[in-house]
């Protein structure tokens, strides 16, 4: 099972780790984040990247936790990640040296709640357009704003 | 009256003096969809692209942390709405998951059925449009033909032609009219016809081989690198199809197989969708065949309304009714990743619940966003003609690519 292999072989580079509906969730700071990648790329088979996001936790510190999942067809396995970071300094290494899926995600997460993914050198807008001001799946976003590109016609 | 440009292209500064950039998109009849394509060409070959979504963003996770559970799925609707049923299944099972629920027999057949019936119509639109794009109108009118005898066999089962809102949590609105599985027999009949025609004009095709063949050509390490799932993997030659590798619903007892394309280009695209179209009319039949009797919503007063004629004459079926509407539903807290093999690829929904009526957070692993991640590894090196059949071989969805 490779589960339990992680678990035993990657032990210094996470902190905790739990079960999620048979998914295994390992919970790392951010400086271990492209250690603990590269080498479940490299030898345990986490070949797809398959997602990155945040969760916004407002109350709590640090306030995000950046989630990533992977999967593994060797293994037919997935895996995920969370690694909190706090407001003021929200950085992660970008992984887009080992995925290049990792590039438009990371992308979006960008846009979406200011996460700083550094070594990717394209954090232009993706979903938002140029110029847009904030981070709208922040909490603290309120849902009514607008943020018009072209003035509406009265 | 100026308006500042909505994107800042690379190329814009770093593009070869003696070559050209072009602009694609974001409304061009071709791309069906809103994207927009930044090309540096060299006479007629594309060295560079960079590709922009966003167009179609209208703040779905913004939008579902705002409302309760229920009055998500219609926008689970807009994801991909050639297929919106696969989408609110998707969505419908990983509410379960976090409540603890077991759909019904009935619901689970069910489910699969028309997860399949829609892989159809996606499928079908699909090739319909790429081909179409290449100037086959005949190929594209019959393919309509079919996708719309489909979509007016759905309208009659949940009241719309392409944003259906059939499930709900727990269940599924409503059970199948009088007559509904013979109609779905005629037109799947109907289909096969048609189908066989569509193999006999474009598979020997010269024109179409020409315009397909080893374009847009990639190595299943290619593929995986850039995250593609789906028939666009599966043209590598890696049979990876969740519904083999991760079996959910009825899938399990479903006799089928995973078709491979061998190449990865665009014609192994074309072939691998109508092959899977194949095997989802047979598991359509197989569904119909094993579909058992019993309710197709679950006894759970947590989720499921009573019914109408209860409502109208109990008080208690009256007050469960109108908590459930106002309050929603009260999910546990935690977090659940659910994923299925949607017609273009793994759909994931990564839903956060703080226990509260409202998602906390929902995110959506769109199978378009991730193939438009690698779009521009596809288009250079080939020609300005071949960027719209490959961009019809990935079959870009903007409502789910963009969100």
């Not at chain 1, 807008?125 to 509406?152: A, C, S």
């Not at chain 2, 308006?3 to 602009?23: E, Q, Y």
């Not at chain 2, 619901?107 to 997860?115: D, G, Q, Y």
């Not at chain 2, 995986?224 to 959910?248: E, I, N």
Request: charged share 25%.
């Amino acid at each position: 099972m490779v589960y339990e292999a992680v678990i035993r072989e990657l032990g210094g580079l996470y902190d905790r780790t739990w079960d999620s509906f048979g998914m295994l969730v390992l919970e790392l700071r951010a400086e271990n984040l492209f250690a603990l990648v590269s080498r479940l790329r490299d030898e345990f088979g986490f070949r797809l990247f398959l997602d990155v996001t945040a969760i916004d936790y407002p109350q709590r510190s640090p306030r995000f936790d950046v989630v990533y999942h992977f999967y593994s067809r060797d293994h037919n396995r997935r895996i995920r990640l969370k690694v909190p970071v706090p407001e003021d300094r929200p950085e992660v290494a970008s992984l887009v040296s080992l995925y290049g899926s990792a590039r438009f995600m990371e992308r979006e997460a960008h846009e979406m709640y200011g996460i700083e993914f550094t070594g990717n050198a394209d954090l232009r807008p993706i979903l938002l357009y140029e110029g847009f001001v904030g981070h709208p799946l922040r909490k603290d976003y309120p849902m009514e704003m607008e943020q018009p590109i072209v003035t509406y016609r009265k | 009256m100026e308006h500042p440009p909505p994107i800042r292209s690379f190329l814009d500064k770093t593009a070869d003096p003696d070559n050209v950039v072009i602009n694609i998109g974001p409304s061009h009849p071709a791309t069906h969809g809103t994207i927009q394509i930044v090309a540096e060409l060299d006479g007629e070959t594309v060295k560079r692209a960079d590709v922009h979504c966003g167009y179609l963003h209208r703040g779905f996770e913004k939008e579902s942390e705002n409302q309760t559970y229920h009055k998500v799925i219609p926008y689970t609707d807009r994801l991909n709405y050639c297929s919106a049923l696969n989408n609110n299944f998707v969505y419908a099972e990983a509410v379960e998951k976090l409540l603890g629920i077991t759909i019904t027999p009935r619901c689970r057949v069910l489910r699969t059925l028309l997860c399949e019936y829609n892989r159809i119509a996606d499928h079908i639109t699909c090739v319909a449009a790429s081909v179409m794009e290449m100037g086959g109108m005949t190929a594209f009118l019959y393919m309509m033909t079919v996708r719309d005898y489909i979509f007016e066999h759905l309208n009659h089962l949940t009241g719309a032609r392409l944003t259906y809102s059939y499930v709900r949590i727990g269940g599924l609105a409503r059970d199948l009219p009088d007559g509904w599985l013979a109609r779905l027999e005629e037109i799947l009949q109907f289909a096969e016809r048609y189908l066989e025609r569509i193999h006999g004009m474009l598979d020997r095709n010269r024109i179409f081989i020409d315009r397909t063949r080893n374009v847009a050509k990639m190595t299943t390490e290619h593929a995986l690198y850039w995250g593609f799932t789906g028939p666009t993997l599966r043209s590598t030659g890696l049979a990876m199809d969740l519904r083999k590798d991760a079996p959910y619903l009825a899938y399990p007892e479903l006799d089928f197989e995973v078709p491979v394309g061998i190449n990865g280009d665009n014609y192994d695209r074309y072939y691998v969708r109508m092959r899977e179209v194949d095997e989802s009319i047979s598991m359509v039949r197989q569904c119909v065949r094993m579909l058992p009797g019993g309710p197709v919503s679950v006894d759970d007063p947590r989720v499921t309304l009573p019914e109408k004629e209860r409502v109208y004459t109990e008080i208690e079926a009256l007050i469960t009714h109108f908590k459930l509407i106002m309050e929603g539903i009260r999910v546990p807290a935690g977090e659940v990743y659910v994923a299925h093999e949607a017609p273009n690829g793994e759909l994931g929904f990564y839903l956060v619940s703080d226990g509260s009526a409202r998602p906390y957070k929902l995110h959506v692993r769109s199978p378009s966003f991730v193939h438009m991640g690698g779009m521009h590894t596809l288009l250079e090196g080939y020609q300005v003609a071949d960027v719209v059949p490959t961009f019809g071989s990935m079959n870009m969805v903007g409502g789910e690519c963009d969100r």
